[in-house]
Nanobody, 118 residues
């Protein structure tokens, strides 16, 4: 069993910054990739950032240059630094991990709300 626990989101003014973290716990032999997705009201869940175990990063154009994903493999933790936040970044943010446990799993966090508003 593997669990992901995310830090709290919050309310941020446009142009502000916020850092999210997500830690994995349980029976973990390797985490192939960790990432963040988001889902705004009435929209589909979309990828925000992803990082593999060798450090390869993926970002959609909508956040490129503003968001940075990083991970601490010693702590099984992934971070998302969000800068220059815009109202359209408002969403529930979900942590995701592809984990080799007793089997290969895709695990999701519970989600944390980020609201960008003045």
């Amino acid at each position: 069993q593997v669990q992901l626990v995310e830090s709290e989101g919050g309310l941020v003014q446009p142009g502000g910054s916020l850092r999210l973290s997500c830690g994995a716990s349980g029976t973990i032999f390797n985490i192939y990739a960790m990432g963040w997705y988001r889902q705004a009201p009435g929209k589909q869940r979309e990828l925000v950032a992803r990082i593999t175990d060798n450090g390869s990063r993926t970002y959609p154009d909508s956040v490129k240059g503003r968001f940075t994903i990083s991970r601490d493999n010693t702590k099984n933790t992934v971070y998302l630094q969000m800068n220059s936040l815009k109202p359209e970044d408002t969403a529930v943010y979900y942590c995701n991990a592809e984990v080799r446990s007793t089997s290969t799993l895709e695990v999701w966090g519970q989600g944390t709300l980020v609201t960008v508003s003045s």
